[in-house]
């Protein structure tokens, strides 16, 4: 049974930093790509990040472009958890954030295609 537990949301200022935590249970992140989403009041589910492995070494992954240069994705395998940082947060940057999983080998932005979600975690950026 897979499950995905979201973490680490909460109030933060303009320009702060937060970290996400999603604890997979039942997925093995080599055959799942783990994808991030946002949804803002009253706005559909947008793509944030997604992440996957490769075939050597490396971790792949993917940003919406707003948050390019200011979100990082990193993987621990050992705790089999996948962390969104995120730092030098918006106001826009505002919602509620949700871990998701989809079986495969490649990343794909639309959340229809994920298997599994996690419960969210409500991240507000202050001004």
């Known amino acids: 049974q897979v499950q995905l537990v979201e973490s680490g949301g909460g109030l933060v200022q303009a320009g702060g930093s937060l970290r996400l935590s999603c604890a997979a249970s039942g997925v093995t992140f080599s055959r799942y790509a783990m994808g991030w989403f946002r949804q803002a009041p009253g706005k559909e589910r947008e793509f944030v990040a997604a992440g996957r492995w490769t075939g050597g070494n490396t971790y792949y992954a993917e940003f919406l472009e707003t948050v390019k240069g200011r979100f990082t994705i990193s993987v621990d395998n050992a705790k089999n958890t996948v962390y969104l940082q995120m730092n030098s947060l918006k106001p826009e940057d505002t919602a509620v954030y949700y871990c998701?999983?989809?079986?495969?080998?490649?990343?794909?932005?639309?959340?229809?295609?994920?298997?599994?979600w996690g419960q969210g975690t409500r991240v507000t950026v202050s001004a």
């Open positions: 998701a999983a989809r079986l495969g080998s490649y990343i794909n932005r639309d959340p229809s295609t994920y298997n599994y």
